[in-house]
């Protein structure tokens, strides 16, 4: 079963190739690159320095703030969850918060923070932050009350039925949320370089669109979406680490 599952997976990322392949070939997206031209591309950015530098870049931009969104998201979201006073003091101003899109910040942010590497990392951070904090919440809410007062019947305080029971209880949530927000947080990362940049794969593929060379975007793209997957998967593996009693299922 686990071998039929791979193989369609692997199935479907090389249809793909093959699909792109036909629309070039048959003519029906006009001005797309053929698959040999972003080749062609690909090899040359491989031996540029500056490819490599705008990929460690965008990586760390990404890493680095999604950390701090996760430090930050989990525990306001595990209290939140919880203690109804104060969700009511702070998840209103949060919410307001949440539907900006991250191009409206970039213009305050710019204004607000001395240096636009912090500008694109506070984007960043919030790309990751929202769905943390949400399915954290979600998560601590979903707790069966009976687990806490089994707890607590058997001498637990608050702290250690808030340690060893809500906490573990909301972990498949707060996984959930991180996988969505570290798939946001690049989304977030590249509309932040595009705009305010200056290095980064966000920074890369948009000048090789000012500069004309098509195949370039398509390296581009295809950069940041591995990226992202790999990303993705690590968050997955840190769940499967940090929560082995229970199966994690990979989406």
Known sequence: METRRRLVRAGSVLAVPILWFLLTRLGIVAGLPTPTAVASSFLEEFYRQDFWLSVARSTV????????????????????????????????????????PPIAWIPFTILVLPASELSIMFITFLGAFFPILLNTIQGARGVEVEFSRAAQSLGAGSFQTFRHVIYPSALPAIHAGMIVGMGLAWVNLIAGEMVAGGTGLGFLTWSAYTSGSYPTIIVGIITIGVLGALSSALVRLFANWQIGWREVESA
């Open 61 to 100: 931009r990404v890493l680095v703030s999604f950390v701090v969104a996760a430090a930050v998201a989990i525990p306001l979201g595990l209290l939140i969850g919880r203690y109804t006073v104060f969700a009511d003091l702070t998840f209103p101003a949060l919410e307001m918060l949440r539907p900006i």
